[in-house]
Every structure is written in structure tokens, then in C-alpha cells.
């Protein structure tokens, strides 16, 4: 049947992450941009690990990133939102999927496609765009190679110009017009943006405001 490809807000989800390795370094650096509380558990968290805080910047993302030292201990999941089992024993991390499973807490296992509830996504992340590919576990090779052509497809500054559409888009939500009509504008406002983009001009909030006027006033 596949997974379908939900997208759903992590900020100020609590995840827990079991592994102090290079794999939960990996994870980390994924999750950390969309703004979850994380606390990575193990008894011996590398500097890979370490680095990851190290580098990011005075920022909430430093706030949300703990460190707890130690064995992991079934207590951890309680008010968790979400589980990451990348320690190197297998045991471990089926063990910590089970008790997932029974508490309805999403769980992903590193290499073990089957008792995970969630995959990780090979991600293209530009602003508010986000393009995520998942081949369903069965060859994360074929995700991460698919991301790197897509990222090179996608035009330079896209995300900026879907932030600049997204600024504009309360404005027009209002307008006391059918919904083929909003449609119709947000389409043609679009395809503005995409035109000066390609034009390397610079496009203002104030310049599509005005294009809104003038396009309502001619009505499209």
C-alpha cells in the first residue's frame, strides 16, 4: 500500500532520539530546522553528536537540542511525540519499537524498515519549500539521488518568492470573489513571480500588491 507522505508540524513536538552516533547525528541535523524539543539518550554521545550543538548558532533550534548521558530507560517515551531508535544493538531498538507500538507513539528504526511506523524523507528544504522523497525504505539510494536532481531542477530563490506569494495570499483570501477567481490570481501571480525571476528582477511586496489592484480592477 505504500506511506503516505504526511506534513505536519514539529515545532514544539517532543522527540527522542536513542543514539549518540553518526546515524543520530544525521536525524538531529534533519529535524532540528522545523524547530522540535529533541533529547538524545546513550551512553556514549560522540562529538559528532556534540558538534551538531556546538555549531548551531544562539538561536531556540541550540535551545531545543539535550543531551541526557546515560542507558536509555523505558521512562524516556512517556510524553514523547515521536522516537528515533539508532543505536547499533538490535535488541535495543526492537525493543524500544515495541513499546512504541503499544503506546501509539510514531517510531522510526534506523536500517529496519519493518519496525518502523515512519520513514525519514530525503529532503529539499529552500524557505517555506519543502520536497520530500521517500522510496518507502526499500532503497534510501534511489531517495537521496532522486533529491539531488530535483534540487538542481528547482529555480534559484524559489523558496523567497513562495514566501513573498504566501505574504500576499491573506490579502487576496479576502477579496469577496468565487474561489476559481482566487485561484485564477494566485496563478497569475505566480507565474509573474516565475517570469521576473527568470528576468533576474527583484520583486517587491508593494509590486504585487499593485498587480492585485490593477488585475481586479481589470478583472483578470
Known sequence: MG???????LEGKH???VGGGNVAARKVEK?????PELTVVAPDIEACVRILQGELPETDAAASLHFE??????EDLQD????????DDETLNGRIADVCREKRIPVNVVDDREKCTFFFPALVKDG?????????????FAASWLRREIAKMLPESIG?????????????MELDVEESARRKLFERLFFYCMGC?????KITEEELTELVENLICRQW
Do not use: C, H, W
Open 128 to 140: 517555506p519549500l519543502t520536497v520530500g522523497i521517500s522510496s518507502d525504505g526499500k532503497s534510501p
Open 80 to 87: 514523547a511525540d515521536f522516537v528515533i531508535a539508532a543505536t
Open 31 to 35: 529535524l532540528l530546522m522545523f524547530g
Open 197 to 201: 525571476l527568470e528576468r533576474g528582477q
Open 69 to 74: 548521558e546515560r542507558d536509555f530507560r523505558a
Open 3 to 9: 506511506y503516505f507522505p504526511f506534513f505536519i508540524e
Open 15 to 17: 522527540g527522542i532520539i
Open 160 to 172: 523567497n518568492i513562495i514566501d513573498l506569494l504566501g505574504r500576499m495570499r491573506p490579502a487576496v
